[in-house]
C-alpha cells in the first residue's frame, strides 16, 4: 500500500494520525490535523494483557499532543464507552481541550470526572447528533449510528484540503430499541459532498452476512423470562442501556419485580434514568434487599460480571460470597453478553461455578441473549457505499480485522493504494488528490497502576514477569568501611523454593557467595558495583545448574560503622 510522491508546492496541509485504535479493540484515539489545528476524536483506554502483571489500565501515549500542546482545539467524544473515553480522566490534567459529545456520552464523562474530582476544570459541551460545530477551520457535523450503547455518532470534519469521516463504532440495526438509528439520509448526504478519508470500525470484518438486530434480543429475553419458574439472574454489562431497557420491558412483561445490583450498574442505571435514556415505572424497581419479601417468580436480579471479573457481582454470587444474595437452585441465570477475547477462562469458571450452586445457566450468542454492537462485512460494505471514501483507514480491529476490512473495500472498488493499514502513531498526510505516509510519532501504551501513570515502564514489567515466574533470591553482605566482611553472607529467597526443605541448596548457594568474595578480596577488588555483579552471575548460575530455575537476583551490600563494629 505504497503511496505517489507529492509535489512540493500544497499549502493545505491534512494530517491524520492514530494514537490508538489500530491493531488492537481499546484505546482508540485520532488524531486531526488541519494546518496546525488539532481535533482529536475519542481517548479511550485498553485493558491490560495477561503479561502486564499488575497494570490496571493502559492508556495511549500522548507525546505528540503535548509537544503540539497550544494546537488542540477541541476532542470529540463518538460513544460513552471505556474504550472512547476512559483515558480522558488521565488525560485531561496535561491538556485541557474543551470536549464535545452526545447527552449520555457527556453525561457518563462527568460521572466519571466527578471520581477523579476533575469535573471543574473540565470544559464539556453537549451536542446534538446532527449539529455541526465551527471549530477554527474545522466545521463538525456528527451523525446518529447505531451501537451497544445510546447516544452513539459518528463525526464528518469538514476542512478546505477534503472531509474527513469518522464513523467510530457501528452496526445498522433497523428495528432499534430506542431512538430513530442510523441516519442514512446524512450518510448519503456526506458521501454525495465527498470523502477524501474514511476511518471506519473493523471489530466484526471478519464475520459475514449483517449483526442482528437488539430487538431479537428482547424477544428471546421474554420468552426466558415467561419460562423461568424461579427467580431470573441477569447480567449485561451496564453501559448497555438498550439492553437494560429490554429487561426492564420483560420484567414488565412477566410480571416480575427488578432489583439493580453491583457498584458500575446502579451508576449506569441511574445516570440513563436521569438523563432519559431508560423507562421504568418506580413500581418495578426494588432493593436488593427486599428480593427475600417476594416469590421467587416474581423477581429478576440485573447484575454485572459478564466478563467473570473476579471481584464483580456474578463472579461472587458464583463462588457464594456475595453479601446480600444467594444462589438457589430454581434460578435461572441469564448472561446476556460474549466473552471479550481473553476473558473466555474467567467466564466459564463463573458458569460452572454457578451450575455448581444448582443453577439453571443460559448463556452464549446461540441462545439468542446477546448480538453484537458492530457491523459485520455486508454493514461495513453499506457504510462505505454510502460514504464512497477516497481514503479508507480501517480502525478499530485487531491486524487481521483491518486486512478483512481493507479485502472488502477492494472488493468494492477502492483503490488498493488508496487503503492504508498503517500502526498506532503513523503520521499520514492527504490532500484533494495525494495521499502519503510521513513519517511516526510515539504511540505505544502508557500503564497505569493505582496511582501512578507512565512510571511502570518495560522495566518494571520484566522484573514482574521474572518474579512472577520464578520468585526472588536476595544476599545480604555486610562490610565495614574498609569493603571487609563483617557478616554474612546471608541469603533469602521468597517464591522461588521451599525454604524448609531446601536447606542444602540454600548452604551451597551461600558457600558460592562466600568464594565469590574471598576471590575479589584477593584481587582487591571493592567498589560495590563489580562485588554486586559477580554474585549476581555466580549465584545465578548455580542456580540455574541446580533447579533450571531463574530467580531475580538481588545482592545487597549493607556497609556499618566503625564503632558498631566494635560494639556489636
Ligand atoms: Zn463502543
Ligand atoms: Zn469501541
Known sequence: MRFKIKKKKQVDKLQIIPLGGIGEIGKNMFVVNYNGEIIILDAGLAFPEDEM???????????????????????????????????????????????????LTIGLLRAKLEEFG???????????ADEEVKIGSFRIQSFTTNHSIPDSVGFVLKTPAGNVVYTSDFKFDHTPVQGKGTDFHSLAEIGKEGVLVALADSTNAERSGYTCSEFKVGETLKEIFLAAEGRIIIATFASNIYRIQQIVNA?????????VDGRSMVNVFEIAQKLGYLRISPFTLIDVEEVKNFSDNRVVVLTTGTQGEPMSALARLSSSTHRKLEIVPSDTVVIAANPIPGNEKLVSRTIDNLFRQGAKVIYEAITGVHVSGHGNQEELKLMLSLLRPKYLIPVHGEYRQLIHHAELAEK???????????????????SSDQGKILSSVPAGGIFVDGLGVGDVGNVVLRDRQVLSRDGIFIVVITVDNKARIVSGPDVFSRGFVYVKESEELLEEARDNVAKVLENLTQKKISDWATIKNNVRDSVS????????RRPMILPIIMEISPEKTRHG
Open 53 to 103: 502483571l499488575g497494570v490496571d489500565i493502559v492508556i495511549p501515549d500522548i507525546s505528540y499532543l503535548l509537544e503540539n500542546k497550544d494546537k488542540i482545539k477541541a476532542i470529540f467524544l463518538s460513544h460513552g464507552h471505556e474504550d472512547h473515553i476512559g483515558a480522558l480522566p488521565y488525560i485531561l490534567p496535561k491538556i485541557n481541550a474543551p470536549i464535545y459529545g452526545t447527552k
Open 412 to 430: 468494492m472498488g477502492i483503490n488498493k493504494e488508496n487503503i492504508l493499514i498503517v500502526d498506532n502513531g503513523t503520521v499520514m498526510e492527504f
Open 541 to 548: 548460575k548455580f542456580l540455574w545448574e541446580k533447579t533450571g
Open 118 to 128: 476533575l469535573q471543574r476544570s473540565a470544559e464539556l459541551y453537549e451536542v446534538r
Open 251 to 259: 420484567t414488565n412483561f412477566s410480571g416480575r419485580k427488578l432489583a
